[in-house]
């Protein structure tokens, strides 16, 4: 299992060509995930995201409801990430 962690901060112009794009690199695998940790972004980034994960269950969401910094998000979503290889 291959997990993709992606804090993501007013992101939304870029958040659809990115899983587009790492969607497709990870063809060949046959599991992975994508944890996209939302860190309190005011902009439209987690329903976009929300949008995606509706369609794709191997994309997860972690709302923050304010800013906490990258690396609080990269620490909280480690607690989701049993497997072989993180990507961060």
Do not use: H
């Not at 112009?13 to 940790?37: A, D, M, P, V």
């Not at 690396?71 to 480690?78: H, M, N, Q, T, Y």
Request: hydrophobic share 40%; aromatic share 14%; glycine share 4%.
């Amino acid at each position: 299992m291959i997990y993709i962690l992606l804090p993501v901060f007013n992101e939304e112009g870029s958040l659809e060509k990115f899983y587009r794009e790492i969607s497709n690199t990870l063809q060949e695998f046959s599991k992975w995930e994508i944890i996209f940790i939302d860190d309190g972004s005011d902009d439209d980034s987690n329903k976009i995201i929300s949008t995606i994960a509706d369609y794709d269950e191997r994309i997860m969401l972690i709302q923050f409801f304010r800013n906490f910094g990258k690396a609080d998000a990269l620490s909280e979503v480690f607690n989701y990430a049993r497997c072989d290889i993180v990507i961060t």
